[in-house]
């Protein structure tokens, strides 16, 4: 678990490091995340470490937002008067990644031959 941890931290440390080196107008976790992506495909497996721990922030993910949300309540007033791009950003996002999500889906399925039953 500890290896599993590391490994994700340093891959968002290098993330974060790339950001800030190259001046990248993206989060520098998504960069990380990247790495990792990476990193995987060149060992050609995933540690067993890495499955279950990853597997437990999975579980616990609603437990990650909850600092997110605080940051929102407090600027409450300011999502008020600004409520509209709040909106827009939100229902947009929201149909951009439920799209993404199903074209993939559907992508991985033609490329393993199965069907989702």
């Not at 827009?88 to 989702?116: D, E, P, S, Y």
Request: charged letters at 10%; hydrophobic letters at 55%.
């Amino acid at each position: 678990m500890l290896y599993a941890i590391t490994s994700l931290f340093l891959c968002q440390l290098a993330g974060e490091l790339l950001v800030q080196w190259l001046g990248l107008p993206i989060p520098g976790p998504l960069i990380g995340m990247v790495l990792m992506f990476i990193a995987l495909l060149v060992r050609g497996s995933v540690p067993q470490a890495l499955t279950d721990t990853s597997g437990h922030l999975l579980r616990n993910l609603m437990l990650l937002f909850i600092p997110a949300v605080t940051g929102v309540m407090l600027h409450f007033e300011r999502v008020g008067r600004e409520w509209l791009p709040f909106l827009a950003a939100g229902i947009l996002g929201a149909a951009f990644t439920m799209t993404v999500t199903a074209l993939t889906f559907r992508w991985m399925i033609r490329i393993t031959g199965k069907n989702a039953e």
